[in-house]
DNA sequence: GCGCCTAGAATATGATCAAATTGCCCCATG
DNA sequence: CATGGGGCAATTTGATCATATTCTAGGCGC
């Protein structure tokens, strides 16, 4: 039903291309991303089927694969619902984004050229734009581009893959805590990562972006204490 | 058909208990990471049907799950095939194995009980065995034992989900480079290990995993180089 | 050598079966 | 007589299967 093959006029050849399941992933992996979900909030097959409308088998294989990201979590009994953060995994993420981040930084500095410092200032302008602005959705959009722009040139991708799976993990924590303390609290470190990547300084780097993830992490751990 | 609910002679109760498409997910799972599967080998739904003796559902949503975990690469086309490592990939590995692997190890010795000791010393002596008997799933098998029961002690749920998706990467090449090099070739630094957890000293537990992580990965590009 | 055509496999849908949660009713008790 | 707890049933939801559709690949003819 709906239209499987469009109605011929409207010539696209985007949407088509690639599976449904894949689209259906995608999305939910941006709602998540950007807090959309609230930690703690039940995820039903069946109501994914209704919003995205799409069918079963490709709500359930999207579900599969971001349990494995760890972006959402089986309950034991079969209900699937967003995790949400304890201080323990807190703490272990501020490790883990510490070691990877920073070495991924490190890494993509020698192979970043004119043209992606570039796009990262222009994202960082927007970033500043949504931080002066209050726009949360913009902020965590714009911040994760930022990042994920950066390691796209690390030539890691293993590195890489486990760094976006992170970021889901406190994806929907720093949602709330964004809108609860607002924007404004958020410091920008970013201007200290392109100036290294500018001098080619890889360590510089690495440095900035151990503070950047801190900063943020921080954020979030305070925000967590307020929710006790 | 086949037996959906068995013929009711065999009177087990436990696979029913969990469902088709976690079962499928485990045997898949142990077979890359045991070796059973070779890199570079296509990987059908249909012939995991046939094979497995399942049904359809399940075996996609499994190997959603093992294209989530980087057991399994999806070819841009509609194949599926076991990834094969490259140097860089190695490389990729080893940083972040020495990095996980080490913290593991330093966050579960304080936990470890002399129970815990005791059984990690059986599955070494079990270890011990499988390599002077040349018994290469064995020393698979039992490898992997130990550092997953040790793991499992750390109390550090994402370092572990970490670790055990790293060792899914490199499962199948461990399994191709034994089978070529032998079990004689590989030394046993678990004993340090154990050494380390007697004495209740983290950082010896560190640096002892440190050590057995390299030389494990140091044979693997060893054997990667006599393929290339 | 190039293009079409057929075969086979993967994707996606809907239906069916099984399980768990929830709400409701009845009974026991204060 | 009112209230709370326990058990039963109805409904919602998840799991699985069978089937139709689409896309890719390899073979055959021109």
Redesign the interface.
Known sequence: MTETHSAAGSAQEGPTKLPA?EIVYQKLRSQILFGDLVPGQAVTIQGLVETLGAGM?PV??AI??L????ALVFQGN?RVSVPVLGA??LE??I??RK??EC?LARRATPHVTEAVIAQLTSIDTALDTAINTGDVAGYLVQNYSFHSLLYAHA?????T??ADRLWL?FGPSLRVVSGRLGTQSFPDRHKDILEALRRRDADMAALAMERDVCQGMEQVAQGLQVAN
Do not use: N, W
């Open positions: 399941h088998t359930r294989e599969r694969r349990i494995s990201d760890g079969r323990k995994d272990e993420l490790f883990v070691t990877v070495e030539e890691a991708p293993i590195l893959d486990i993990r």
